[in-house]
């Protein structure tokens, strides 16, 4: 298996080895020597010591030489800070190419980073671009024998499968993961999808998960890393609850809780707080219950992920179901059907509408609560969970009898008990037999009603039929060890046992029911008891437990203390990191000279740089105690300069004792030096200057000392270098700014032209055809053949003509009036106030050639009366330039659309102008990225990409607003200027 990264991916130096398992057949053996696992092995869920390690070791290095560690770390924060890990995982996308990994090795860090974004987009309900990212994950994990990232593929597609409801892919994908574990040798990994599949066959078949997983998993899971224990303590936690034993389901669930939050496992833990939540109610301890579900939805409502909050949301209702908070219960659990109705196949959709289903019975409701056991049933057959197809039926059964319609609830009943039997489960069997006997005697009673003399012996015949179903309910609880028959099935015995005319044995059977209320009570308190028992006990491990993990992390502290407490190479990593990341000569040379003196003895420094044609050394820094200094430029052609020397030759030069006469030249005005050391500021092949530091004592720089001075001449090389880069890019966008605002001042005047264009050569054509009128009536006048029908037609087709030359007259001059204020605006950029309906129109009629060819309408919802006091010129160079911006990408390959600009107030001192299109938006992507400088998707196609970012400085520095974006892919796009009535 190819091995991409190092073993700082496995061991850290405060993390016990892992315990190796020894495969036998498909099975794993726990009690085997402690070793070590194979270099390219990443944790799953690393520990939190893991976690400030990496913080540590990305925070002191330099990024190009921490990459693995970032990887590390991004990985490791997926659940605990998903939005920090996909910031993170950007960067390290963008170092890869940086490091010297191989081409394959960084194709595997990229499908790590695809597989996180799948991850983080399935725990933010995006199923469709979670499977779109494991899709790219897997083939390369696949294609380089990478059975860790394969394994890992499988246990998201095993999530991804949770949250659609398919059960059996579910466990199908868990299969496939382990068998991948298996093969590449990974114990952590094959015990987690181990239990984790064990815990999803419970829920197929409980008595056949036990005996199938039962001795395969540790009894014990002290001896396990966090990661590994939460797993197989929720595995213990739901079998002691399905069996009844809540005391030891309640432990377990706990130690797991612990485990997983410690793990970083947040969905787990967010499970789990649910879970302990409604074993808590099980035990009547509906305090505690309702603290566990409050943690649990908090964990889930700070990581706002849809499904967790859902499954909090659902267990929470069927808590305040038992404390009889109905409305309270019906709120959450709809809330929780409304949020998890994208995944109605989803196991969290059929408890909430199993909850909701008890909660429309316990209120009497009948017809809702069939409604949403039908819903259950359905959900239920399509995951093939068996549970909830008993649930369902028993549902049904108890709606349809609230309802009246005896056939039917009899049919769902006899249905559930045949599940019920399959699946192993007395307690639902005697929750059915009741039903049914419940069925049979709401019947009777209701045959009766509409008889007006029953038959003699009828009704007591009818009876005994409901009284064996009972006694068959209550002689299937015998059977059931430390099962307590319901106090109201003994008092419906009672019951039919009057009906048939026994009243000694109705009498005896209310006794019992009797007994049994007060045992309830009792038992209850007993509960409650031991319920709070078990939280102090919890409770006290819990703190011991934290007690022993801070000592852990303090020894973990000192230990990393000691280990990297070389005061200097500190200092000097956090001097190269602000040295970095400074873009201003000027300031970096600050920077230097204020920690320099802490690691050096240099009361003399000086850096010189080249110039761009590499002819001379110039001084742009020189200080001497603490005053500054210049130095004349120093030729290439020294032959007596070290500096020139030191960049010709690209080496260190370091002088013990004043230099000879022969070599180097003192800088005028300042004081004579012992020591010098001198050394190139080299980016990558390139020598850029030269740095020397100088002492007035011999011999001050030994071997440590060269070191440092080394190490601190390539972060400022970097850093100038970066500073010359950026000067150069802020010069060129200046430039390309003033080109596009010349660029749309011509696309404003040619707008112009061609608006002038129609009027002018409509009053050209009227007094052309005016002209040969007239000459015509002056040829009939002189002839004395005009008639009085000859004036009238001349006199009105003249006013008619006149009439349209003035009109377009007055066009022409408009427009002319137009084009002088905009022209106005753009040649100075004078603060004044103006309309904003008024500007909105002075762009579109510039624009109006363009739009009108592309088919755009476009509509001004802007009052008149609103004015703004700013800059006019800039703000509408702003709007032409999203007005432009619509028309090249949003409409792209379409003959009509439309666009609208439109107003919304945002209190007494600012507005909202939302320039809005409906064309084919923009994706994810592009959003990201689109006021970044030079970012264009038409790159190649007349689009230079500085459009929006001009647009975006112009009105978050001179208008004092904000500019932002929101689009779909395929329903348009929407630019949104926030804006101050009165600019800064």
């Given at each position: 298996?190819?091995?991409?990264?190092?073993?700082?991916?496995?061991?850290?130096?405060?993390?016990?080895?892992?315990?190796?398992?020894?495969?036998?057949?498909?099975?794993?053996?726990?009690?085997?020597?402690?070793?070590?696992?194979?270099?390219?092995?990443?944790?799953?869920?690393?520990?939190?010591?893991?976690?400030?390690?990496?913080?540590?070791?990305?925070?002191?290095?330099?990024?190009?030489?921490?990459?693995?560690?970032?990887?590390?770390?991004?990985?490791?924060?997926?659940?605990?800070?998903?939005?920090?890990?996909?910031?993170?995982?950007?960067?390290?996308?963008?170092?890869?190419?940086?490091?010297?990994?191989?081409?394959?090795?960084?194709?595997?860090?990229?499908?790590?980073?695809?597989?996180?974004?799948?991850?983080?987009?399935?725990?933010?309900?995006?199923?469709?671009?979670?499977?779109?990212?494991?899709?790219?994950?897997?083939?390369?994990?696949?294609?380089?024998?990478?059975?860790?990232?394969?394994?890992?593929?499988?246990?998201?597609?095993?999530?991804?499968?949770?949250?659609?409801?398919?059960?059996?892919?579910?466990?199908?994908?868990?299969?496939?993961?382990?068998?991948?574990?298996?093969?590449?040798?990974?114990?952590?990994?094959?015990?987690?999808?181990?239990?984790?599949?064990?815990?999803?066959?419970?829920?197929?078949?409980?008595?056949?998960?036990?005996?199938?997983?039962?001795?395969?998993?540790?009894?014990?899971?002290?001896?396990?890393?966090?990661?590994?224990?939460?797993?197989?303590?929720?595995?213990?936690?739901?079998?002691?609850?399905?069996?009844?034993?809540?005391?030891?389901?309640?432990?377990?669930?706990?130690?797991?809780?612990?485990?997983?939050?410690?793990?970083?496992?947040?969905?787990?833990?967010?499970?789990?707080?649910?879970?302990?939540?409604?074993?808590?109610?099980?035990?009547?301890?509906?305090?505690?219950?309702?603290?566990?579900?409050?943690?649990?939805?908090?964990?889930?409502?700070?990581?706002?992920?849809?499904?967790?909050?859902?499954?909090?949301?659902?267990?929470?209702?069927?808590?305040?179901?038992?404390?009889?908070?109905?409305?309270?219960?019906?709120?959450?659990?709809?809330?929780?059907?409304?949020?998890?109705?994208?995944?109605?196949?989803?196991?969290?959709?059929?408890?909430?509408?199993?909850?909701?289903?008890?909660?429309?019975?316990?209120?009497?409701?009948?017809?809702?609560?069939?409604?949403?056991?039908?819903?259950?049933?359905?959900?239920?057959?399509?995951?093939?969970?068996?549970?909830?197809?008993?649930?369902?039926?028993?549902?049904?059964?108890?709606?349809?009898?609230?309802?009246?319609?005896?056939?039917?609830?009899?049919?769902?009943?006899?249905?559930?008990?045949?599940?019920?039997?399959?699946?192993?489960?007395?307690?639902?069997?005697?929750?059915?037999?009741?039903?049914?006997?419940?069925?049979?005697?709401?019947?009777?009673?209701?045959?009766?009603?509409?008889?007006?003399?029953?038959?003699?012996?009828?009704?007591?015949?009818?009876?005994?039929?409901?009284?064996?179903?009972?006694?068959?309910?209550?002689?299937?609880?015998?059977?059931?060890?430390?099962?307590?028959?319901?106090?109201?099935?003994?008092?419906?015995?009672?019951?039919?046992?009057?009906?048939?005319?026994?009243?000694?044995?109705?009498?005896?059977?209310?006794?019992?029911?009797?007994?049994?209320?007060?045992?309830?009570?009792?038992?209850?308190?007993?509960?409650?008891?031991?319920?709070?028992?078990?939280?102090?006990?919890?409770?006290?491990?819990?703190?011991?437990?934290?007690?022993?993990?801070?000592?852990?992390?303090?020894?973990?502290?000192?230990?990393?203390?000691?280990?990297?407490?070389?005061?200097?190479?500190?200092?000097?990593?956090?001097?190269?990191?602000?040295?970095?990341?400074e873009l201003v000569a000027e300031r970096i040379f600050a920077v230097m000279e204020r920690h320099i003196h802490a690691l050096l003895d240099a009361p003399c420094m000086a850096v010189y740089l080249l110039d761009d044609a590499g002819q001379q050394l110039y001084c742009a820094f020189g200080m001497e105690n603490g005053e500054p200094f210049t130095d004349p430029p120093i030729a290439m052609t020294s032959a007596r300069s070290l500096c020139v020397r030191c960049v010709r030759e690209r080496q260190e030069y370091l002088l013990g004792e004043a230099p000879t006469s022969d070599l180097g030249e003192q800088v005028p005005g300042t004081s004579s030096q012992q020591s010098l050391l001198f050394a190139p500021l080299r980016v990558g092949e390139r020598v850029i200057g030269v740095m020397t530091i100088q002492s007035p004592r011999a011999r001050a720089y030994g071997e440590r000392q060269q070191l440092i001075f080394r190490t601190l001449c390539s972060y400022i090389a970097i850093a100038l270098d970066n500073a010359g880069a950026y000067l150069r890019l802020s010069e060129m966008q200046r430039q390309m700014m003033a080109q596009e605002k010349l660029a749309a001042l011509g696309s404003m005047v040619a707008g112009v032209a061609h608006e002038l264009n129609t009027p002018i050569g409509n009053s050209l054509l009227i007094a052309t055809t005016l002209l040969s009128a007239t000459q015509d009536f002056v040829q009939r006048v002189d002839g004395q053949a005009l008639r009085r029908s000859d004036w009238q037609d001349y006199a009105s087709r003249t006013l008619d003509g006149l009439g349209l030359i003035n009109r377009s007259m007055e066009t022409a001059a408009a427009l002319v009036r137009s084009f002088k204020e905009v022209a106005a605006d753009r040649s100075a950029e004078q603060r004044g106030s103006f309309g904003l309906r008024r500007l909105c129109e002075h762009c579109v009629q510039s624009m109006g050639e363009q739009l009108r060819k592309a088919g755009i309408q476009v509509e001004i919802d802007v009052p008149d009366t609103l004015r703004l006091e700013g800059y006019a010129g800039p703000l509408e160079q702003v709007v032409v330039i999203l007005l432009n911006n619509a028309l090249m990408h949003a409409f792209e390959g379409r003959s009509q659309g439309r666009l609208n600009l439109k107003i919304e107030a945002l209190g007494p001192e600012r507005v909202r102008l939302q320039v809005e299109d409906d064309g084919r938006g923009m994706p994810r992507q592009v959003q990201e990225r689109i006021f970044d400088p030079f970012f264009t998707t038409k790159f190649g196609q007349g689009g230079i990409g500085l459009g929006l970012s001009i647009a975006h400085n112009i009105v978050s520095t001179l208008l004092g607003g904000q500019l932002s974006v929101r689009s779909v892919e395929g329903e348009g796009s929407c630019f949104v200027l926030d804006l101050p009535l009165k600019a800064p």
């Open positions: 298996m190819p091995q991409p990264f190092g073993v700082r991916f496995v061991r850290q130096a405060n993390r016990p080895p892992l315990r190796r398992a020894q495969v036998i057949g498909p099975r794993y053996s726990w009690a085997v020597p402690d070793l070590e696992l194979p270099a390219g092995f990443m944790q799953f869920y690393p520990s939190d010591a893991s976690i400030a390690n990496w913080e540590q070791q990305v925070r002191t290095g330099a990024p190009t030489e921490t990459v693995e560690e970032l990887l590390c770390l991004t990985w490791g924060l997926r659940q605990r800070d998903t939005r920090r890990a996909l910031l993170l995982a950007e960067d390290v996308q963008g170092l890869l190419s940086s490091t010297g990994w191989s081409p394959e090795q960084q194709s595997l860090a990229r499908a790590r980073l695809d597989l996180l974004r799948s991850e983080a987009s399935l725990l933010a309900g995006a199923l469709d671009d979670a499977e779109r990212f494991l899709q790219l994950a897997l083939p390369v994990f696949q294609a380089q024998a990478d059975a860790i990232g394969e394994a890992d593929c499988h246990w998201q597609a095993h999530y991804l499968a949770a949250d659609r409801g398919d059960a059996a892919t579910l466990r199908s994908e868990l299969r496939q993961a382990l068998a991948c574990t298996e093969r590449a040798g990974d114990p952590a990994r094959a015990l987690l999808f181990m239990a984790n599949l064990a815990r999803a066959e419970v829920f197929v078949d409980q008595v056949q998960a036990e005996r199938d997983w039962g001795g395969r998993l540790p009894a014990d899971s002290r001896q396990l890393a966090a990661m590994e224990g939460a797993a197989v303590e929720d595995y213990r936690g739901l079998i002691a609850g399905m069996n009844g034993d809540y005391l030891l389901a309640i432990k377990s669930l706990a130690t797991a809780f612990d485990l997983a939050m410690r793990s970083g496992q947040l969905r787990r833990a967010i499970t789990l707080a649910t879970n302990l939540g409604y074993t808590h109610t099980k035990m009547s301890d509906f305090q505690t219950a309702m603290e566990w579900l409050k943690r649990g939805l908090d964990l889930a409502r700070g990581t706002r992920w849809p499904s967790m909050i859902s499954l909090c949301l659902a267990h929470t209702g069927e808590a305040l179901r038992r404390l009889e908070q109905r409305s309270d219960a019906r709120e959450l659990l709809q809330e929780c059907l409304r949020l998890n109705s994208r995944y109605p196949d989803s196991r969290t959709h059929a408890l909430a509408l199993s909850y909701l289903g008890s909660t429309e019975l316990d209120s009497g409701q009948g017809e809702a609560a069939l409604v949403a056991f039908e819903r259950l049933g359905q959900a239920a057959s399509i995951a093939q969970s068996l549970d909830l197809q008993v649930d369902a039926q028993l549902g049904l059964a108890r709606a349809e009898l609230m309802c009246g319609r005896f056939a039917t609830a009899r049919a769902h009943a006899q249905e559930g008990l045949r599940l019920a039997r399959e699946q192993h489960e007395p307690g639902n069997e005697v929750d059915l037999l009741w039903v049914l006997g419940d069925i049979q005697r709401a019947q009777d009673q209701a045959i009766q009603g509409q008889e007006a003399a029953p038959a003699p012996g009828a009704a007591s015949g009818a009876a005994s039929l409901a009284l064996g179903w009972y006694q068959a309910a209550l002689q299937r609880a015998q059977t059931i060890p430390a099962y307590t028959p319901p106090v109201r099935l003994l008092e419906a015995t009672a019951k039919a046992f009057a009906e048939v005319g026994d009243f000694e044995r109705a009498y005896q059977w209310s006794q019992r029911a009797g007994e049994a209320r007060q045992r309830s009570f009792n038992e209850d308190a007993a509960r409650r008891s031991s319920a709070l028992r078990a939280h102090h006990q919890i409770e006290s491990a819990r703190a011991e437990s934290e007690h022993l993990r801070r000592l852990a992390e303090s020894e973990a502290a000192r230990f990393q203390l000691l280990r990297d407490s070389h005061e200097v190479l500190q200092h000097l990593g956090q001097i190269g990191q602000e040295i970095t990341n």
